[in-house]
């Protein structure tokens, strides 16, 4: 059975940092897209950042810039967003999502396999 289990969400305030964790397991994620979204209320869910199991390269969105950064523990089947700078419009519930290449790796209809997500809210 194939399991993304996110952590690490939480209250803080703006300014912040928080790390987000995913840990998968239930299969091989070898070569997959391992991805970070983010959904707040009212909102379609929006691409945060991803990269790439195996290594390689990683891709943020705009607003993920200068900010965030994933990244990846292979022993430990562990995939971290590191939250920095957090602002009250980062609020949202974060999903660790997985997706075999080669895809859209910002369009969430191509992920596979989703977490049940972690709730950060970021006060002003």
């Known amino acids: 059975q194939v399991q993304l289990v996110e952590s690490g969400g939480g209250l803080v305030q703006a300014g912040g940092s928080l790390r987000l964790s995913c840990v998968a397991s239930g299969r091989t994620f070898s070569g997959y897209y391992m991805g970070w979204f983010r959904q707040a209320p009212g909102k379609e869910r929006e691409f945060v950042a991803t990269t790439m199991w195996n290594g390689g390269r990683t891709y943020y969105a705009d607003s993920a810039k200068g900010r965030f950064t994933i990244s990846k523990d292979n022993a430990k089947n562990t995939v971290y967003l590191q939250m920095n700078s957090l602002k009250p419009e980062d609020t949202a519930v974060y999903y660790c999502?997985?997706?075999?290449?080669?895809?859209?790796?910002?369009?969430?209809?191509?992920?596979?396999?989703w977490g049940q997500g972690t709730q950060v809210t970021v006060s002003s």
């Open positions: 999502a997985a997706a075999r290449p080669p895809t859209i790796y910002s369009k969430p209809s191509n992920y596979d396999y």
